[in-house]
């Protein structure tokens, strides 16, 4: 099927009211304008360990907070976005960044065709826009994350929900919520929960196993799991029921919320 065929998610979606109101981070972002990270972004970023000098490249960098971060400690970080807001959002945070140890570019590009050489980058990072990727566009960008990585750089990722929540756990949710009187908070379509927009802008949720899958099909190696926020267990018998579910194979597949990854280039074997 021609490219132009094919479905994606316009970037006429992502406002500059999306970036401050619905996209990881905002109350964060808002409040400092990109010098706080999320709890979320903290941890994803943490595990790119950036040093200085290193060349890193922010694939769709949404509001520039992590560029930022990565030149303040030292690194040459270039980012790439598709909407054209989240450019003009980027462009402001490195305006107000001030002086920084290490460069920052950014520039309006599709994932799917990253204007970079071949082996550039040591760090590639890929936080929250897997879920925003249809199949065919999430195949393709990972080939060109492929080609833009260096033979010894890191991959890292950040996706969520968890799809296997959305799918199974969170029905089980919603009808015990409903029997607690707390239906109205959970709507049947799971991408509507707290953020409505994701009904638009989510097209392509991973699992723990599906993510794996996807990276090793792309020639990568990688290290997936899945993690959540902090929760309040409570001692009552809900709360001890949901300990279970968070920690306990194979409970824990199912609800918890966030996929991470950190994937390297396959090293061919030799025979």
Request: charged share 25%; hydrophobic share 40%.
């Amino acid at each position: 099927m021609p490219e132009h065929n094919r479905p994606t998610v316009a970037p006429e979606l992502y406002t500059e009211e999306y970036f401050r109101t619905a996209c990881e981070g905002y109350d964060e972002f808002n409040r400092s304008e990109g010098e706080q990270l999320s709890r979320r972004l903290k941890a994803a970023f943490e595990l790119a360990e950036i040093r200085p000098g290193m060349l890193v490249l922010d694939v769709g960098c949404g509001r520039g907070e992590i560029l930022r971060h990565c030149a303040e400690l030292g690194a040459h970080a270039y980012g790439i976005d598709y909407a054209p807001v989240a450019v003009d959002l980027s462009a402001t945070v490195i305006r107000r960044s001030g002086g920084t140890r290490g460069r920052i570019g950014v520039s309006q590009a599709n994932a799917r065709h990253l204007p970079f050489p071949d082996a550039t980058f040591d760090r590639v990072l890929m936080f929250d826009v897997v879920e925003h990727l249809y199949p065919w566009e999430l195949q393709e960008a990972l080939r060109e994350v492929h080609r833009v990585l260096k033979a010894d750089g890191r991959f890292i990722v950040h996706t969520a929900p968890n799809a296997w929540y959305d799918r199974y756990a969170y029905p089980v949710v919603r009808a015990v919520r409903t029997l607690m009187g707390q239906g109205s908070h959970y709507p049947a379509n799971p991408r509507e929960f707290l953020v409505g927009v994701n009904a638009h802008v989510h097209v392509n949720e991973q699992s723990l196993f599906s993510l794996r899958r996807v990276l090793q099909q792309a020639n990568f190696d990688a290290h997936v799991w899945l993690d959540s926020p902090p929760q309040r267990w409570g001692r009552d018998p809900l709360g001890q029921l949901r300990r279970l579910l968070f920690h306990i194979p194979p409970f824990r597949w199912f609800f918890q919320r966030e996929v991470f990854a950190v994937a390297a280039k396959r090293v061919p074997r030799i025979s």
